[in-house]
C-alpha cells in the first residue's frame, strides 16, 4: 500500500493540519502557473533573469519576479548577484531544487500516460 494511503488521517481532517501539512505547501507551489516550469527550466542550467523571461511565453516580470523569489524562499532557488556594471544575476536550483527533479519528473510521465488524447488532463 502506498505511503500516502496508509497513513491515518483522522476524520474529519481538521483544518489547522491542512493548513500545517508539509505536502499541501508542496502541493500549493506545484500547482501554480510557473513555478514547476521554472524548476524544470533550471533544472538544465543556471540563467539569467530576462533569458528566463525570454523561455516562458505568457509570463509577466512581474510574475517571474514574484515566482523567483518565493522559490527562492522555499529553498529550491538560488539568486547569484555578480559584481559587474551593471550587476548581473543569475538563477539556479539548490540542492532541494535538485531534489525535486525526480519527483516531479515521476509525477510528469504519470500524466502523460493517463492523458486522453482529447483533453489535458488525465483519464477517469
Known sequence: MPAVIAHELPSPVPLDEIAACPVTDLFRRIGDKWSMLVVILLGKRAYR??????????VSQRMLT?????LED??????????????????????L??????????LAEWAVANASPTSSGPTA
Open 49 to 58: 533573469y530576462n533569458e528566463l523571461h525570454r523561455s516562458i511565453e505568457g
Open 66 to 70: 514574484r515566482t523567483l523569489r518565493t
Open 74 to 95: 522555499d529553498g529550491f532557488v538560488r539568486r547569484e548577484v555578480y559584481p559587474s556594471v551593471p550587476p548581473s544575476v543569475e538563477y539556479s536550483l539548490t540542492p
Open 97 to 106: 531544487g535538485v531534489s525535486l527533479l525526480a519527483p516531479l519528473s515521476a
